[in-house]
């Protein structure tokens, strides 16, 4: 059995004592795609997963379908799930018709936010703020495209959500890929002024600050320098899986992606 065969065996290993679900595996994936540590085109095959993570198959299928729908991998009949890159190009379209959408939203939250939603966005923006301050560009990505869906959420209108679940997920790897880690603390600060805004119940201010984040987060997307030779992905995995292992302060909740 060769080094390879033999990491994979004792990481599967690991990972059946640790009692992986699909919840955990799909931290690990997402996590991974949304570093850029997988390159494009690289085939996920659900073989090779299941040995790495110690699951079933069927679980990992279930998984890779999931992050199909999220948009952060592509899943192709009968050839199966590969990582995508995502197309800088369509940026200008997507966030167009964020600043349409989401500036709709913040203009109707600033007049129809009560006491319950301040207080829940008042607690997001502080842990996004905890994940800039910990150097988690992960968290800090997820909790910052959360951020979008929960404005979406407290609307109250499914349709709204829908739609912006759907814009968010096309961007998230856009930010992923393409913006500056040293982009937190702009995100932070963007979305506190947004929060500010509707805190204040000023719904031009509102409209503004959140045109402007948007407009801002477009911007800053620059292509990315790749590693020439990138790391095995069984490494890429095992270093990932390690730190969700490691680091419960960092996982994400069950069911946010």
Not at 164 to 177: G, K, N, P, S
Request: overall charge positive; glycine content about 6%.
């Amino acid at each position: 059995m060769d080094r390879k065969a033999v990491r994979a065996v004792a990481m599967a290993a690991e990972a059946a004592q640790a009692g992986l679900d699909e919840t955990a595996v799909h931290a690990v994936l997402a996590r991974v795609l949304l570093d850029g540590r997988v390159p494009a085109g690289t085939k996920l095959g659900e073989h090779f997963l299941a040995e790495i993570f110690g699951v079933s198959r069927e679980r990992v299928r279930k998984v890779l379908h999931r992050l199909g729908h999220e948009r952060l991998i592509t899943v192709e009949k009968n050839r199966g799930a590969f990582a995508i890159a995502p197309d800088l190009g369509e940026a200008r379209t997507v966030y167009e018709a964020r600043r349409i959408l989401e500036g709709g939203i913040v203009g109707h939250l600033a007049t129809a936010l009560d006491a319950t939603g301040e207080a829940r966005l008042a607690a997001h923006v502080a842990a996004e703020d905890a994940a800039m301050a910990a150097g988690d560009r992960f968290t800090s990505i997820r909790l910052s495209a959360e951020f979008h869906t929960i404005l979406a959420d407290l609307t109250g209108n499914v349709l709204i959500r829908r739609q912006m679940q759907e814009l968010v997920a096309r961007t998230m790897m856009l930010v992923a890929f393409f913006e500056p880690d040293s982009s937190v603390a702009c995100q932070c600060a963007e979305h506190r002024a947004v929060f500010r805004a509707l805190s204040g119940r000023s719904r031009a201010q509102a409209v503004r600050a959140m045109t402007t984040h948007l407009s801002l987060v477009e911007t800053r997307l620059r292509p990315r320098v790749c590693e020439p030779v990138p790391p095995p992905l069984d490494e890429v995995l095992r270093d990932a899986l390690a730190t969700w292992q490691t680091g419960p302060a960092v996982r994400p909740a069950r069911g946010a992606a």
